[in-house]
């Protein structure tokens, strides 16, 4: 990829979901320089190639590493495209924005209608449901995970899990009590067909009830699809808010203009 010429100011990109890849490559090609933030090697990998000023990958630090970092590397504005429930990094970006005055955006994906979705405000919610003789797959984050299983079990639920391939995930399946033959450590839409190792895990398990985060993303897609093809029940956890104070964009070209200042 070659350099554009009409080059604008410099953007930090912290990204938690897939729309971080196709942020950058738009944002570079349109003459910014973009500077990017992964928690992980993993997903540093799908930014090889582009022409970034510089990639970090790992733990910022809380608000004071984040100070630090704007004071190292100044930029005209930071991209907030961490996941929707990753409410800590946002609050932290939010703090030390603030503290320097400086800009600060959040791109979020629009939320899909839900269908025959069963929204849920907290995991509390699961508690006033019958789920006697329910086999219910978790496809949560591992944040999510202790209370989900406790909440479902104790409605009269069979749990299963599905968890990511890294030490926090596996510490949160073993402190929420999952058997190890109730256990899938992978990661979603792998495999040469994305959904047929989901739509495999539910029909060994006997899967009759899923429940996932309402993130927008490609992951909730997928369940509503398959909750559809395979008669599941969906449970989604509602999103959190935003931080009100924040400035939120759901395109690529809602968050051009922003960027660019026309919009307030």
Not at 86 to 114: H, P, T, Y
Request: net charge neutral; proline share 5%.
């Amino acid at each position: 990829m070659h350099r554009p010429e009409n080059r604008q100011g410099t953007v930090w990109l912290l990204a938690g979901t897939g729309d971080g890849p196709r942020l950058a490559a738009v944002l570079i090609s349109k003459g910014w320089h973009v500077h990017v933030s992964v928690v992980s090697d993993s997903a540093a990998q799908p930014y090889q190639g582009m022409p970034l000023e510089g990639i970090h990958v790992g733990a910022l630090g809380g608000s004071e590493g984040i100070s630090q970092w704007l004071q190292t590397i100044p930029v005209d504005w930071v991209v907030d495209a961490t996941h929707p429930f990753a409410l800590r990094i946002s609050d932290q970006l939010n703090q030390a924005c603030k503290g320097w005055g400086q800009r600060l955006v959040r791109f979020e994906r629009r939320m899909e209608a839900s269908g025959k979705a069963f929204v849920l405000s907290s995991m509390a919610d699961l508690a006033d449901q019958s789920l006697a003789g329910r086999r219910l797959l978790l496809a949560l984050g591992a944040r999510q995970l202790v209370e989900a299983a406790r909440v479902a079990r104790e409605a009269g639920a069979t749990v299963f899990a599905r968890v990511l391939p890294s030490p926090m995930s596996l510490i949160q399946a073993a402190a929420a009590r999952v058997p190890s033959d109730h256990l899938a450590v992978v990661r979603p839409l792998q495999g040469p067909e994305p959904g047929a190792l989901e739509a495999a895990l539910c029909r060994r398990w006997a899967i009759t009830d899923v429940v996932c985060r309402q993130s927008g993303g490609a992951t909730e897609a997928l369940w509503a699809s398959l909750s559809i093809e395979m008669g599941l029940g969906l449970w989604l956890l509602r999103r959190p808010l935003p931080i009100a104070e924040v400035a939120v964009v759901h395109s690529v070209g809602e968050l051009l203009t922003h960027l660019n200042g026309t919009t307030s």
